[in-house]
């Protein structure tokens, strides 16, 4: 049984179908990618598997569990995280405490203790802070955990976002858009790291993009969207070699 | 029954001055997308300046008004140049807000320090002693008439200027989407100014007209009535001119009835619970379009 | 790890120590006789402002939100706490019954924060502002037509009168509508104030530093992000919002012990009282719980010793709030101050 299996996922805005019959299997440990042109309904499909949308119809399966018209922190708790296009980011946090917050549900204390600051909030606070700075040193950002986030440069913030889902501990992680607005040395970086966590976490993950080469470099299947609907899905080298494909993004 | 009739009127005469009101809260709040908290201090610095040339300078009333629209269509367009478009924008929703309830507090405690704390007494700009019904059992005051009058004026004064005019047609554009109208070339900082200017100058002309009804003038004065006036936009649907009007008369005639009928301490209670009702079961009120939030 | 956990310990140390060494100056002044009784009367008063002031910020600094009510929630601490005091007058001693007055004004300002919540946090912004307001108002309201006594057959309320209680001939009234509380032991001194503030402080800046305190900061700087990571919106806007109230419960508690008769006037519980205290969140910084308690402070004090600037002085604070809001928040302000600690740092370089 695949990772995620979505069936005939669609949704109404007004009298508009933005994703109609949207149909996606994702096996364990892969690296997928969804593609297409803009408004074709790619970061709708985002928001229909994260909870920010309910779906008009179809079923989200994660895991062997039902999750679809969940709620959002029900989903991300269910093991789906994600990163934004437009980044999101805790803007007056520092960093690590952009991390820590990702942390929010693997680690408990009550909230007295919290209050109160007991034995049991200084032990399990050192385990927050210990698990924020491994996994800031995975992304090579130990050196800046004091920053305030909004301070980093552009790529370190899209680093810090896929740093602060990963702390969710998740099964998916969706990345829309992460080398959006990245210079070629930024988006080669992006990829090493994409990789990084594939191999270090065992991680699946679908993620939304419009560099081709990124695409191609490290996706091994994709499905390609156009006006809500799907145009083709497989292989990554069969998909973009299909003619269809060409055609919707050059266009005729 | 005569005498929930003459009620009944008193609360149309509120309800239209809480109308003028809500039509300019109404206006700035579609189109600025701010809640101007100062708004009803426009109306006291208006009343204070109709006081000022009817009493201290023997002006007539007239002229009073006159030259209240005059210098509170100026506080008003000065206030949001200086004060509110600065923080067009702004990363906190709350950053405009605090600003206008500072404006507020800079406007009463401006007429504090200049017209002192001491209850003035207004002369009613409507000399007009009004109507004697039902052999003297139903007296309508001159004020009252005028009153539902001039709001019936201002509301169709109004709709005609939005839905006829460019100046109106930008507004519906800024209203809708600032950037989108920037493209199709309307220069929305001189609509929003636009916007400011109307809604100031409606209230000066509600300040003449609550004054006469109420005539004791402090520097308090305006902000309760202002507070409800944005309690009938929200409840008549904010943005929608005939909105504020239906909700404006709605809120008059709930105050009044209920003065009379169960506690005059408990009046505002109960208008300030039909705002809390509105909110939770229909957050869009009575004319108010549904707008979906874009994540 | 360690350096991050003294750097926030040492800030609240250098809050609780200013609070301390404020209250040794004040008290040495006061026993030396160098103080005025006016302005030893004041103390209280500042105190409760200042827990007010934490309070609030906590709403509107962390949580986010712009609540105009918290003069409601005052208003009902000051209320409960002062029913619960002249009910057990003679039957408590002093220590305990201020201390159950304090339980109990936390608790139902607690309480009326949590009931109030549910409808108002799911607004935003302008409308939870205004709603909020409208809440202050209707417990203000309520409260200045309510009736309460109580007799050996136990508790009376009526809306009319006192008349209208109809109790026995051993009937005391508790709550004489309009006129409000009379006779309230005046338990409340400002050693006892200043450690509620200590307190109040205590538990909001361990909060801010802990988990719960985290998520709450989340949803403020990004809501939707703050729940893409798992975090229940809704039970952490509920959660700061009590507590909040609470704290403002807490302040009311100080006020009603330490007036002769309290009275819901708009003077005391009105939504002004709600936007001065907002002018010390505002004019400490907003987020910053130590400026809250020291603006509160000083603004409350200052006018009382400069009596000649008393005229002009809320006509400044106004200006000042305006120039702070512009200042801080116009985006044309941050980017020049961007651009200019930008060239300093180039420089530094």
Known sequence: ?252 | MLSFLQYLISGLSLGSIYAIIALGYTMVYGIAKMLNFAHGDFIMIGSYVIFTVVTTLSGGSIPGLLVAIVCCTLIGVTTERIAYRPLRGAASPLAVLITAIGVSYFLENLALLVFGSDTKSFTPVVSWSGLVLADGKLRIQGVTIITIIVSIVILIALQTFVNKTREGQAMLAVAQDKGAATLMGINVNRTISITFAIGSALAAVAGALLCSAYPSLTPYTGAMPGIKAFVAAVLGGIGSIPGAMIGGLCLGIVEILSKTYISSQLSDAIVFGILIIVLLVRPTGILGKNIQEKV | ?349
């Open chain 3, 1 to 349: 790890m360690k350096k991050g956990l003294s750097k926030t310990s040492l800030n609240q140390l250098i809050t609780y120590g200013i609070v301390i060494a404020a209250y040794i100056i004040l008290q040495a002044l006061r026993s030396a006789g160098m103080m005025t009784s006016h302005l030893a009367g004041l103390l209280v008063p500042m105190t409760y402002y200042a827990i007010a002031a934490v309070a609030l910020n906590f709403c509107v600094g962390i949580l986010g939100e712009l609540s105009l009510g918290h003069a409601g929630f005052m208003c009902v601490g000051a209320f409960s706490s002062a029913i619960f005091s002249n009910v057990f007058k003679e039957t408590l001693p002093g220590g305990l019954r201020f201390f159950l007055a304090f339980v109990i004004g936390i608790a139902v300002a607690a309480l009326f924060g949590f009931l109030i919540g549910i409808p108002v946090l799911r607004l935003k912004g302008d409308y939870l502002a205004i709603v909020t307001l409208a809440f202050g108002e209707i417990i203000k309201n309520v409260l200045n037509a309510v009736y309460l006594g109580k007799d050996s057959k136990g508790f009376h309320v009526s809306m009319t009168n006192s008349m209208a209680l109809g109790m026995e001939e051993d009937g005391k009234v508790i709550i004489n509508g309009a006129m409000g509380i009379n006779g309230t032991p005046r338990d409340a001194n400002f050693t006892i104030a200043v450690i509620v503030l200590l307190i109040v402080l205590f538990i909001v800046q361990n909060m801010i530093n802990s988990r719960d305190g985290r998520a709450i900061m989340a949803i403020r700087d990004n809501r939707i992000a703050a729940e893409s990571v798992g975090i229940n919106i809704t039970r952490y806007k509920m959660l700061a919002f009590t507590i909040s109230a609470a704290m403002a419960g807490a302040a009311g508690v100080l006020f009603s012990h330490n007036i002769s008769t309290l009275q819901s006037t708009s003077q005391y519980f009105g939504y002004n009282v709600s936007i001065l205290i907002l002018v010390y969140v505002v004019l400490g910084g907003i987020g910053s719980i130590r400026g809250s308690v020291i603006a509160a402070c000083i603004l409350y004090l200052l006018p009382e010793m400069l009596r000649s600037l008393n005229k002009y002085r809320m006509l400044i604070y106004a200006i000042v709030l305006i120039a702070m809001m512009i200042i801080n928040w116009a985006p044309a302000a941050r980017e020049m101050r961007e651009r200019f600690f930008a060239k300093f740092r180039k420089e530094a370089v």
């Open chain 1, 1 to 252: 049984m695949a990772l995620l299996e979505v069936r005939n996922l669609s949704i109404n805005f007004g009298g508009l179908r933005a994703v109609d019959e949207f149909n996606l299997d994702i096996e364990k440990g892969e690296l997928y990618g969804l593609i297409g042109p803009n408004g074709a309904g790619k970061t709708t499909v985002f928001n229909l598997l994260t909870g920010v949308y309910k779906p008009t119809e179809g079923i989200i399966t994660l895991d062997g569990k039902d999750i679809t018209g969940h709620r959002t922190e029900e989903i991300n708790k269910a093991g789906i995280a994600r990163t934004f296009q437009n980044i999101r980011l805790f803007r007056l946090q520092s960093v690590i405490d952009n991390v820590k917050i990702g942390l929010q549900n693997q680690y408990h204390y009550s909230t007295i203790s919290g209050i109160l600051h007991t034995p049991d909030y200084r032990k399990v606070e050192k385990e927050i802070d210990e698990r924020a700075m491994e996994l800031l040193k995975v992304f090579g950002m130990d050196g800046q955990r004091d920053y305030l986030s909004s301070n980093l440069p552009y790529g370190a913030q899209r680093k810090l976002e896929i740093a602060r889902a990963m702390a969710t501990n998740p099964k998916l992680l969706l990345l829309d858009e992460p080398a959006a607005g990245m210079n070629p040395n930024e988006t080669a970086e992006l990829m090493e790291t994409i990789q990084l966590i594939r191999d270090k976490f065992d991680m699946t993950i679908l993620l939304i993009e419009h560099d081709m080469k990124l695409v191609g470099g490290i996706c091994e299947k994709l499905t390609v969207l156009n006006f809500g609907r799907i145009l083709t899905q497989g292989d990554t080298k069969t998909v973009l070699s299909d003619p269809e494909v060409i055609k919707a993004y050059i266009g005729e």
